[in-house]
């Protein structure tokens, strides 16, 4: 299967700062890259879709804004999540897995903490 | 509405066998995946139907019946390593997840 890294794997920063997370796909060209959201005890929200060279798309309820996503690469793609604030504190994933494709490969995660 | 169903939390015993089941309402079906997250880490795939039967994966096992929106996951000769949530997720026609909840599994000595 593919091969999933995201860098940091944790970030502690200050309210109203930005924070960029990185997924690279390191053997598989990623046409699409999900990005999804976690909170303790709770299952994956899926914040948005990544589309390589075009705009992503973003689930209801999610700000775009506030979380930009650039997909500029088949192998990179980036989620900054800007003027974070608490609530924003949670563990971020990101997958790669083409649309028809019958499994996702998941990044090991970033571990966002906004004091 | 779509929508997946699992119990929050099960307990089992180191040896023994344990069922976790899913129930699944999506719009249009591309299949039924398990996914196995230890805590702080991201999910694995453990397995993937997408016709009715039994696949079965070493020690790991998945059913599916398409008619009854049912899925189970069956893990047997449980190890205390298999501690962790069992995440169920069904694949609509726009061949995109709807999570479960996950199922935290506690395994006891």
């Known amino acids: 299967g593919a091969v999933v890294s995201q860098h940091p794997s944790r970030v502690i920063c200050k309210s109203g700062t930005s924070v960029k997370i990185e997924c690279r796909s390191l053997?598989?060209?990623?046409?699409?890259m999900f990005w999804y959201r976690q909170f303790p005890k709770q299952s994956l929200m899926l914040m948005a879709t990544s589309n390589e060279g075009s705009k992503a798309t973003y689930e209801q309820g999610v700000e775009k804004d506030k979380f930009l996503i650039n997909h500029a690469s088949l192998t990179l793609s980036t989620l900054t999540v800007t003027s974070a604030h608490p609530e924003d504190s949670s563990f971020y994933i990101c997958?790669?897995?083409?649309?028809?494709?019958?499994?996702?490969?998941f990044g090991p995660g970033t571990r966002l903490t906004v004091l | 509405g779509q929508n997946i169903d699992q119990p929050t939390e099960m307990t089992a015993t180191e040896g023994a066998i344990v069922q976790i089941n899913c129930t699944y309402q999506t719009s249009g079906f591309n299949g039924l995946f398990w996914y196995q997250q230890h805590a702080g880490e991201a999910p694995t795939f453990l397995s993937y139907n997408v016709l009715d039967g039994l696949e079965e994966k070493g020690r790991f096992s998945s059913f599916l019946s398409r008619s009854k929106g049912y899925s189970y996951l069956l893990l047997k000769e449980l190890q205390m390593k298999d501690s962790a949530s069992y995440l169920c997720a069904g694949m609509d026609s726009n061949y995109q997840l709807i999570w479960g909840a996950g199922t935290k599994l506690i395994i006891k000595p």
């Open positions: 053997d598989f060209q990623a046409t699409t």
């Open positions: 997958s790669v897995g083409e649309k028809s494709y019958n499994e996702q490969f």
